[in-house]
């Protein structure tokens, strides 16, 4: 072949490419949008997306017409079911893109973003205050409040522990991060074994294992804005990224610092992750399982992938809710379970497929 037609080769591989990954964010953003109302509109009270979207209109750009509608419709769409489902599809976007970036990081394909101990300190602080009142002072917020400062606490002790006598590495975060995260899950243990209250003791372990029970629309408001940011700065840094997923010589030739993308993205993605814990407790496997698809659909290039993960992730999620509220209505089930339906034969089929190679 000529070298003259190799860089039309080059840019034929690129268009199909964009194509391709234009292709898939449209048809993932229009999921998702048919996704809301859909979901919004699946209950104990079935009510038609017409009129969901029609309740979400006249609260969010004032559409007259809310005599069409009762009272009640309206507030189980504008206040239950609205807050619950735009929650899971934030919560779902943040972890799937924060296993993007720590699967790069640390150049390990079963990173995810638990790793880091934020999701056992968030389960601290939710269970001391679930099971003793510690942060009654912040009111309604009280538990949100303790589980993203149990969260934050979890973050800061990992990044102490991993600078002990020497620098911060992916590999040194790694290990305190589980080292943290097993030391945090027993402090909630003995918090669980110490309470006298059975149904508080419930209602930890319920939580542990994940759930949007709780949304509201204060909790969108922090959560959304952070996970906003947080995919805003990875978007920023994706070039680097792809320098990074190459090898820490291949970037430094590149200009980038592996060990201040590391530290930087590594404190972003945590922070993302503990306000998503904090208002949605431990739900595993998304942050594991969408970023393989998401690279089976577009390839490996960041400033691809990331996208489309975060869409996969909050559209998984709000179906993954969905089926949560509904499988044994009236009872609801964890949403960690059904997540984990899903994640862990892909798991399976992801260690067979690294054993193969």
Same mark, same amino acid.
């Given at each position: 072949?000529?070298?003259?037609?190799?860089?039309?080769?080059?840019?034929?591989?690129?268009?199909?490419?964009?194509?391709? !990954?234009?292709?898939?964010?449209?048809?993932?953003?229009?999921?998702?949008?048919?996704?809301?109302?859909?979901?919004?509109?699946?209950?104990?009270?079935?009510?038609?997306?017409?009129?969901?979207?029609?309740?979400?209109?006249?609260?969010?750009?004032?559409?007259?017409?809310?005599?069409?509608?009762?009272?009640?419709?309206?507030?189980?769409?504008?206040?239950?079911?609205?807050?619950?489902?735009?929650?899971?599809?934030?919560?779902?976007?943040?972890?799937?893109?924060?296993?993007?970036?720590?699967?790069?990081?640390?150049?390990?394909?079963?990173?995810?973003?638990?790793?880091?101990?934020?999701?056992?300190?968030?389960?601290?602080?939710?269970?001391?205050?679930?099971?003793?009142?510690?942060?009654?002072?912040?009111?309604?917020?009280?538990?949100?409040?303790? /589980?993203?400062?149990?969260?934050?606490?979890?973050?800061?002790?990992?990044?102490?522990?991993?600078?002990?006598?020497?620098?911060?590495?992916?590999?040194?975060?790694?290990? /305190?991060?589980?080292?943290?995260?097993?030391?945090?899950?027993?402090? !909630?243990?003995?918090?669980?074994?110490?309470?006298?209250?059975?149904?508080?003791?419930?209602?930890? #372990?319920?939580?542990? #294992?994940?759930?949007?029970?709780?949304?509201?629309?204060?909790?969108?408001?922090?959560?959304?804005?952070?996970?906003?940011?947080?995919?805003?700065?990875?978007?920023?840094?994706?070039?680097?990224?792809?320098?990074?997923?190459?090898?820490?010589?291949?970037?430094?030739?590149?200009?980038?610092?592996?060990?201040?993308?590391?530290?930087?993205? #590594?404190?972003?993605?945590?922070?993302?992750?503990? /306000?998503?814990?904090?208002?949605?407790?431990?739900?595993?496997?998304?942050?594991?399982?969408?970023?393989?698809?998401?690279?089976?659909?577009?390839?490996?290039?960041?400033?691809?992938?990331?996208?489309?993960?975060?869409?996969?992730?909050?559209?998984?999620?709000?179906?993954?809710?969905?089926?949560?509220?509904? /499988?044994?209505?009236?009872?609801?089930?964890?949403?960690?379970?059904?997540?984990?339906?899903?994640?862990?034969?892909?798991?399976?089929?992801?260690?067979?497929?690294?054993?193969?190679?």
């Amino acid at each position: 072949m000529s070298p003259a037609v190799l860089p039309a080769a080059d840019d034929l591989g690129r268009a199909t490419r964009r194509r391709r !990954t234009a292709a898939w964010t449209g048809g993932l953003g229009t999921l998702l949008v048919l996704s809301v109302p859909l979901a919004v509109g699946l209950g104990p009270v079935a009510i038609p997306p017409g009129t969901v979207a029609a309740v979400l209109g006249h609260h969010l750009v004032g559409f007259p017409g809310d005599a069409a509608w009762g009272p009640a419709q309206d507030s189980i769409v504008w206040l239950v079911r609205a807050p619950r489902v735009l929650l899971g599809a934030v919560v779902g976007a943040a972890l799937a893109m924060a296993g993007v970036a720590l699967q790069t990081l640390v150049r390990n394909v079963l990173a995810e973003p638990y790793l880091l101990g934020v999701s056992a300190g968030a389960s601290t602080g939710a269970a001391a205050t679930i099971l003793f009142g510690v942060g009654s002072a912040l009111g309604g917020g009280a538990l949100t409040g303790s /589980a993203f400062l149990g969260a934050l606490g979890a973050i800061g002790l990992v990044f102490a522990v991993a600078g002990l006598g020497g620098a911060v590495t992916s590999v040194r975060l790694l290990l /305190a991060g589980v080292a943290v995260g097993y030391v945090l899950q027993a402090v !909630t243990s003995f918090m669980i074994f110490a309470s006298d209250s059975p149904e508080g003791a419930r209602a930890v #372990l319920f939580w542990l #294992l994940g759930s949007l029970a709780r949304a509201d629309w204060a909790a969108v408001a922090v959560v959304a804005p952070t996970t906003a940011v947080t995919l805003a700065l990875l978007l920023a840094w994706s070039r680097r990224f792809d320098a990074l997923a190459v090898g820490d010589d291949t970037a430094r030739a590149l200009g980038t610092d592996p060990a201040r993308l590391r530290l930087g993205a #590594l404190l972003a993605v945590a922070l993302c992750t503990g /306000a998503a814990v904090a208002v949605s407790g431990g739900i595993g496997f998304v942050g594991l399982v969408v970023p393989h698809v998401a690279r089976l659909c577009v390839g490996g290039a960041h400033r691809r992938v990331l996208p489309v993960a975060a869409l996969i992730g909050a559209a998984f999620l709000i179906w993954a809710d969905v089926v949560a509220r509904l /499988a044994f209505a009236p009872r609801e089930l964890p949403l960690g379970i059904v997540t984990a339906v899903v994640g862990a034969p892909f798991l399976l089929v992801l260690v067979r497929r690294l054993r193969a190679a």
